[in-house]
């Protein structure tokens, strides 16, 4: 097995020699597999790019990696079926905050030891991106793949735009299910269950007496229940108490924990407020303060669960909170390749953004029900949008490369002048255009090392890079250097427009 260290090591094929370094998932290290050499199975955090060679994504680094090398990292060993091992210590920039349940002070405590690297931004952005591909999907989620018309991207981008797509989980939830409504409609009528115990109590209150009782009262002394009361005037008898300390109230109590916590996320958002309000009512209300505390709350739902209406709007809101959550845990290590198809998907939209543009009504890209390494789109060929101007006419294919090393996507760009102005230029031009796309902010030495042999690259990043503090951007005209709006921030149709604006800029240069 041969490891590269960083994108710029894979693209000057310079293998780690001696000894391997800790390897980052935001500088997109690779392996590869030498000859007769197969992996014994498939790892989160591998993401095949061709059948030897596999990119290494981010790891899933839970709380207990923390405590145990207080850093964002992950021990990790892959196997070959040879038996060759290799070992590696692999980094994220971030700790996913959403892996915390309902502890309260340990979220303080992480909050105080990682500050900014406490993230709940990332497991949002996943969410985000996991919602715009259902929406691609349409009605047919369930399937195994379904085809998505080109033409109709640009729309959809701004219906998403538009709606609850954006929403933090917890606030998507309590718009879903209207959990503030319930909860304060629930709070002051919680089901409860009448315990009977045996105790003392005064003659003239008794209401009942069981077996057991009447065995007491036999065995006292006296003739009558006056003799028998003693000076006390008291007798076994059967006492009713109300006991809120059910399975459903015991969940109900616990979900609400976890509720209040990822309202403490987000701070500022009025609806995060109230729902975080609401639910410190219901914890003062004296029968909740009955039922104990507890960390594991996930329970078989009994029939009130499944059946009495209020509860079981927060039992489904569970389910779906479990769901997402375990979207984003599966698709957390290949989160680089969901970035590729969100940005496909972005770039269709913005190439049909030009005034101009136009395509095939029935061109259309396959879109996978469950992803695979992180990529939902089935691009076996290209994706072509053509587009008129004054002096020119463009034709765009979008092409998902089978090597590695030619970018994650290149957008050939062919265009055709009108004009006689031009006489100078050829008649028909082609420009192949890399595009690489980063997480975060790739160092300058891999910039550097994209631009080899290119005579234009673009470069697209979501996040800046927290650990590279005052590294200037590489100042080589051959690469552009692009950030993508933050789709959190602001919105999925921001992106396409920042795409739109750029490449028009873009194409003023090409043609002068």
């Not at 003799?227 to 059910?246: D, H, S």
């Not at 496909?344 to 190439?351: D, E, F, K, P, Q």
């Not at 030009?354 to 089935?378: D, M």
């Not at 051959?478 to 999925?492: H, T």
Request: with cysteine; glycine share 4%; hydrophobic share 40%.
């Amino acid at each position: 097995m041969l490891i590269y260290a960083n994108l710029t090591d894979y693209l000057q094929d310079k293998s780690c020699l001696n000894g391997l370094p800790q390897l980052r998932g935001r500088d997109r290290p690779f392996l590869v597999l030498e000859d007769d050499e197969e992996l014994t199975k498939q790892y989160p955090f591998l993401m095949q790019r061709q059948p030897s060679i596999y990119e290494i994504g981010f790891p899933w680094v839970q709380i207990t990696d923390w405590e145990q090398q207080k850093a964002i990292a992950q021990r990790l060993s892959i196997e070959v079926k040879t038996g060759a091992i290799i070992e590696l210590n692999l980094a994220d920039e971030v700790l996913d905050a959403t892996q915390i349940s309902n502890d309260e002070n340990e979220v303080e405590k992480f909050k105080k030891e990682l500050d900014q690297r406490y993230d709940h931004i990332t497991a949002d952005m996943i969410a985000l991106f996991i919602g715009l591909f259902d929406a691609l999907l349409g009605e047919d989620k369930h399937s195994s793949q379904y085809p998505c018309f080109l033409i109709n991207i640009p729309q959809l981008l701004l219906d998403l735009s538009q709606e609850d797509a954006q929403l933090p989980l917890v606030l998507a939830l309590n718009r879903r299910y209207e959990l503030r409504h319930k909860l304060e409609i629930i709070a002051p009528k919680l089901r409860s269950q009448l315990n009977r115990k045996a105790e003392m109590i005064p003659l003239g209150r008794i209401q009942e007496m069981d077996a057991y009782c009447l065995r007491d009262y036999v065995r006292r002394p006296g003739h009558d229940a006056i003799e028998k009361a003693g000076a006390r005037q008291e007798l076994m008898g059967i006492q009713r108490y109300q006991n809120f300390n059910t399975p459903e109230n015991r969940f109900l109590k616990g979900f609400c924990s976890l509720l209040h916590r990822e309202c403490g996320e987000y701070k500022g958002i009025g609806e995060a407020e109230r729902l975080e309000r609401a639910i410190d009512r219901f914890r003062q209300e004296p029968s909740v303060q009955t039922i104990p505390r507890t960390d594991v709350f996930a329970i078989k739902p009994n029939y009130v669960l499944q059946q009495n209406p209020i509860y079981r709007s927060f039992y489904q809101a569970y389910l779906d909170y479990l769901k997402r959550r375990s979207e984003k845990e599966n698709i957390w290590g290949f989160r680089q390749g969901l970035l590729v198809d969100v940005v496909t998907v972005l770039l269709v939209a913005a190439l049909l953004n030009i005034e101009g543009s136009y395509i095939r009504p029935t061109a259309a890209v396959n879109v996978s029900g469950v992803p695979n390494y992180g990529r939902y789109l089935l691009m076996d060929l290209p994706l072509i949008i053509d587009c008129i101007l004054q002096t020119a006419a463009f034709t765009f294919e979008i092409i998902h490369p089978t090597n590695p090393k030619s970018g994650d996507l290149e957008l050939k760009v062919k265009m055709q002048f009108f004009t006689t102005n031009l006489l100078e230029r050829p008649k028909h031009y082609e420009l192949p255009l890399p595009i690489w796309i980063f997480w975060y902010k790739p160092s300058n030495a891999i910039l550097k090392s994209m631009a080899q042999d290119q005579q234009e690259v673009i470069c697209l990043y979501l996040y800046e890079n927290l650990s590279v503090i005052n590294d200037t951007a590489a100042s080589n005209s051959q690469i552009k250097i692009w950030k993508l709006p933050n789709p959190i921030d602001e919105n999925l149709e921001e992106g396409m427009t920042f795409l739109t604006n750029h490449f028009c800029e873009a194409f003023r240069g090409w043609i002068t």
